[in-house]
């Protein structure tokens, strides 16, 4: 999702996309369409049949869980729907960031305007009102096992409960729905069910995180030219008469990249010859490559999991017939494996990018002064810099392990399967900020490694640009300054300086 998208108002008609939801995450604006208005009213009166007509559904006059085939009658419904929000809201740990919540909340009300939940429009528009008002609730990060509990403390302020990102600050519940010039809503048959339930929490945290990776990946692309000029190496590699060989669009896709952001390179000229280079460098077209292929693949299951109704139960058919279809929707395994896939790739570009740090500040490899420093042995330059990008990509390591494979039993051995969406959703997003880190300090070190080649010699025009607007930003390091800085300072550089213009065509 590129900057100038980002306050483009999303309005549900057909399902919203990755990039949809995760547009509305940043700030966009999102609206029903009529004909989704009028799929999410004929699903309520659906439901107000069904309980009519007494016809047996889960959630909707049965207990939940374990307490599926516990019956309840119709004065009890109401307590049902509100109880159930109550008790699921148990969330610890600090909150999520505002952009998460909102990507949550966007992807719920894209599922409801499926038309298979069954709330009441004015659900919808009350939660549509907060969005829009940028009143968005406080919500635990941990505590979830796979959906539930995020959904619970979005539906909380519903009831007048909980707390709110206010505008200057958090704020009461009620506080927020006197700003918005409402009254507390009063749940009614199913409504808190379906406010808890579905995949929303998972899917839209999965939309963030691909909008942020979609960028780093490019920029991946980008400083992996830097560290190629600076040590010399031989672009054979990445040629087109080479790279043909392979039957993958995004392996050649990188190779060609790479050969247009290193055109016209005098430092790649009168390299020393070798057989190969190291693989960190002479792979980046096959690792780069397959990470974008787990990529497309996981954006493919995101708008795949956003396409498909996700609540249980599902209502359906017509007024004179309703139906109840209940089922496992909500589980979204496929979305947990897809997550779970590229996780592992994205510890795997950023553990490259390290031994790129480490080939760029080594003198046994780089032919360059130890470590980049000023004044070696009275400064250390960027010695520690590569420790802080191995701790990450160490951390990653670890981050990368699973979580569909978790498991776990819960409500009495009734939920014996759970994938942990959500769980490995938010573990791909520190996998991918561990990666914008190790990302920013390698072009960090590349900006330094250009400060010590021939100044005759020119860069490739790309390159070039990229580094004299780093170099705006961040000026050459001397041991003078904290590096941490620096490093922060390169991360918000990644963040804020889209590298479209850089792109080959």
């Known amino acids: 999702m590129r900057n100038s998208e980002r306050l483009d108002a999303r309005i549900i008609d057909t399902p919203l996309t990755s990039r949809g939801v995760a547009a509305v995450a940043a700030g966009a604006e999102l609206r029903l369409s009529a004909t989704a208005g009028r799929r999410i009213a004929h699903a309520r009166a659906l439901v107000e049949v069904i309980v009519d007509q007494g016809i047996r559904a889960y959630g909707v006059n049965t207990g939940v869980g374990a307490l599926c085939d516990t019956l309840l009658d119709r004065a009890q419904l ?20 505002v952009q998460h919540t909102r ?73 927020a729905l006197e700003l918005l010039g409402t009254d507390v809503l009063q749940l009614e048959a199913k409504e808190g069910l379906s406010l808890v339930n579905g995949s929303a929490d998972s899917t839209g945290l999965a939309c ?13 692309d980008i400083v992996a030219a830097m560290t190629i000029e600076n040590l010399g190496y031989g672009i054979a590699a990445y040629s087109t008469e080479t790279l043909a060989f392979s039957a993958s669009e995004n ?27 190291a693989m960190s460098l002479r792979a980046v077209p096959q690792v780069h490559g397959a990470v974008r292929g787990c990529f497309g693949i996981t954006v493919e299951m995101v708008d795949r999991e956003l396409a498909s109704v996700t609540d249980n139960p599902i209502v359906a058919g017509s007024l004179d017939m309703p139906t109840v279809h209940a089922g496992a929707h909500a589980i979204a395994t496929g979305l947990a494996l897809s997550l779970d896939s590229l996780a592992i790739a994205v510890a795997k570009i950023a553990a490259m990018s390290e031994r790129r740090i480490d080939r760029l500040v080594n003198p046994l490899v780089s032919a360059l002064p130890a470590f980049l420093a000023a004044a070696a042995g009275a400064s250390s330059g960027f010695m520690i810099a590569q420790y802080t990008a191995l701790a990450l990509a160490s951390e990653n390591r670890r981050l990368a392990a699973p979580s569909s494979l978790d498991g776990g039993v819960s409500s009495a051995l009734q939920e014996d399967e759970i994938p942990h969406t959500t769980a490995g959703a938010l573990r791909l997003l ?57 490093i922060q300072s390169a991360v918000r550089f990644l963040r804020e300086r889209p590298p479209d213009s850089l792109r080959s065509s």
Not at 144 to 166: D, F, K, N, P
Not at 208 to 220: E, P
Not at 252 to 266: D, K
Request: hydrophobic letters at 45%; a negative charge.
């Open 103 to 175: 990507a949550i909340m966007a992807a719920a009300i894209n599922n409801f305007a499926h038309g298979g939940s069954g709330v009441r429009p004015v659900v919808v528009e009350r939660l549509l009102d907060l969005l829009n008002a940028n009143l968005i609730p406080v919500v635990p990060r941990s505590g979830s096992i796979g959906y539930l509990t995020h959904m619970a403390h979005i539906a909380l302020v519903l009831l007048g409960e909980g707390t709110v990102h206010g505008p200057d600050g958090i704020i009461t519940a009620r506080a």
């Open 430 to 486: 520190e996998i991918i900020a561990n990666f914008e880190t190790i990302l920013s300090i390698e072009l960090l070190v590349a900006a330094q490694a250009y400060e010590f080649k021939d100044a005759r010699q020119r860069r490739a025009s790309a390159t070039d640009q990229v580094y004299r607007q780093f170099r705006d930003v961040v000026p050459r390091y001397a041991d003078d300054r904290p590096l941490a800085t620096d």
């Open 251 to 277: 392996v050649r896709g990188v190779g060609a990249r790479l050969t247009h952001l290193l055109c016209g390179s005098e430092l790649m000229v009168g390299a020393a010859p070798r057989t190969q280079d």
């Open 208 to 220: 963030v995180a691909l909008d942020r990776l979609v960028t780093l990946l490019d920029w991946a």
């Open 78 to 97: 109401k307590d049902l729907s509100r109880n159930i929000v109550m008790s699921h809201a148990c969330g610890v740990g600090d909150p999520l960031s």
